[in-house]
Nanobody
């Protein structure tokens, strides 16, 4: 059973940056594909980014590509999301998730129902 704990959220002004981190424990972190999702009030959970277990390949939702960067450190069991040039519409609760690549193919990285473990989320609020 893997536990995920996100951190790094907060209140920032538009144009500023935040770096979210997700720490994993209790499982084989290096074997899992990791993803970041976000959920704004009244909206469905939305895929943001994902990264393969090796860290060699990453995926992004098209609208965020270029502003957000996902990375991982398998030695430290962490995955990060660097968010630059933040906009008010980036306001949401951000969640990290772990997906078993032996169960779900690489095409499943954007499917929130195909993740095995989730963190509790961290709030990001961007003011205009």
């Amino acid at each position: 059973q893997m536990q995920l704990v996100e951190s790094g959220g907060g209140l920032v002004q538009a144009g500023y940056s935040l770096r979210l981190s997700c720490a994993a424990s209790g499982g084989s972190f290096s074997r899992y594909r990791m993803g970041w999702f976000r959920q704004a009030p009244g909206k469905d959970r939305q895929f943001v980014a994902a990264i393969e277990s090796s860290g060699a390949v990453s995926y992004y939702t098209d609208t965020l590509k270029g502003r957000f960067t996902i990375s991982r450190d398998n030695a430290k069991n962490t995955v990060a999301l660097q968010m630059n040039s933040l906009k008010p519409e980036d306001t949401a609760v951000y969640y990290c998730g772990a997906q078993n690549p032996r169960q779900y193919g690489e095409g499943s990285y954007g499917d929130g129902k195909a993740y095995d473990y989730w963190g509790q989320g961290t709030q990001v609020t961007v003011s205009s």
